[in-house]
């Protein structure tokens, strides 16, 4: 098989032609249609991960169809249409796993780190791992809802908001762009929040009902005079934007971040005791999460905007992604 792998931290990818891997107890192997490329695969490619094995194909936004299925296995068969985010499986055990949070695992494998990704033409996977893809849906637009997308749908609907509520999203790149389509389609009073008046048609076009310019209007003040949010999901990570976010909360309002800027944010104890307000991170998701959301995404038409690379253009594809100038999601179109 082909696959593309970093064979040390801070060298480009090589192409390599491979054995196709045999699946073992409790393993299933999957031909690979797509695989997102993702900002979390800088990991790899920078070795920014602890206890990295090289060489790693990285990947962990993979969508395939099972070809071939390891001894135990019987939630899958061949022909079946999976795919495989970051929970790449669980020990079971660990305090984590006994309280049901197995994304949280303390001995969790994660694709594309701990092993072999979807930069490839086959990824082995852990069976408890695979999320269900509906049939009709494209291989390519499915990617990367199993990261960006299932990040931003179960951090939304376990945030507390009602339909009707008003929730705002800030930034509009491949988490937001995804963020507001959700939002939307879960039935709450959207406001996307960006920088240049030239967005307002595509966050209108995404679903918002309303829009704030951040260049031109304080973000804070246009939430509360819509009444203050009750949900803010940050997705855009620019810590100072993000924390100045927080005043626009409504009563017992939630500041919920998904994005990852790597300097700290500062917010005001009095911003959060004054409206009983709260801070709050978010992971991903793992296989039930990821299924429910292709399955929410099809059926309410929410779509990621893509760019789609060839598997041996991979290294252009993250350079792509990693250089800013992507807009959304890139996407290495394997089949």
């Not at 990852?260 to 709260?278: H, K, N, Q, T």
Request: glycine fraction near 12%.
């Amino acid at each position: 098989m082909r696959a593309m792998a970093f064979h040390a931290a801070n060298e480009p990818l090589v192409g390599e032609d491979r054995p196709t891997p045999e699946p073992g107890p409790g393993e299933v192997r999957m031909a690979v249609q797509a695989c997102g490329v993702c900002h979390s695969d800088q990991f790899v490619a920078e070795g920014l991960w602890p206890e990295l094995e090289y060489p790693r194909v990285p990947g962990h936004e993979v969508v395939g169809t099972v070809d071939a299925i390891g001894q135990g296995v019987s939630a899958f068969e061949v022909g079946d249409r999976v795919g495989l985010g970051w929970h790449g499986g669980h020990d079971g055990s660990c305090p984590a796993c006994l309280a049901g949070k197995f994304i949280h695992c303390a001995n969790a494998s994660i694709t594309g780190l701990s092993r072999d990704g979807g930069y490839a033409e086959h990824a082995i996977a852990s069976a408890e791992a695979l999320a269900r893809v509906p049939a009709h849906m494209d291989a390519k637009l499915a990617a990367p809802l199993l990261c960006a997308g299932v990040t931003t749908f179960n951090s939304l609907r376990n945030a507390g908001a009602r339909p009707g509520d008003l929730v705002a999203v800030q930034g509009l790149g491949g988490l937001g762009h995804l963020g507001v389509q959700f939002a939307r389609a879960m039935g709450f009073e959207v406001v996307a929040i960006s920088r240049g008046s030239d967005k307002a048609g595509f966050a209108e076009e995404l679903g918002a009902h309303h829009y704030v310019d951040a260049r031109d209007a304080d973000p804070a003040a246009a939430l509360q005079e819509l009444g203050g949010a009750k949900v803010v999901l940050a997705t855009a990570p620019h810590a100072p934007s993000i924390s100045a976010l927080v005043g626009g909360l409504g009563i017992e309002g939630c500041l919920l971040v998904v994005a990852a800027p790597f300097e700290p944010m500062e917010i005001g104890a009095v911003d959060l005791i004054s409206r009983d307000a709260s801070v709050r991170g978010w992971s991903s998701g793992t296989a039930i999460d990821s299924t429910e959301c292709l399955e929410f995404a099809h059926k309410h038409g929410v779509e990621a905007r893509v760019e789609a690379f060839g598997l041996d253009d991979a290294q252009a594809a993250y350079d792509r992604m990693m250089s800013g100038d992507a807009r959304f999601r890139v996407v290495l179109d394997v089949l």
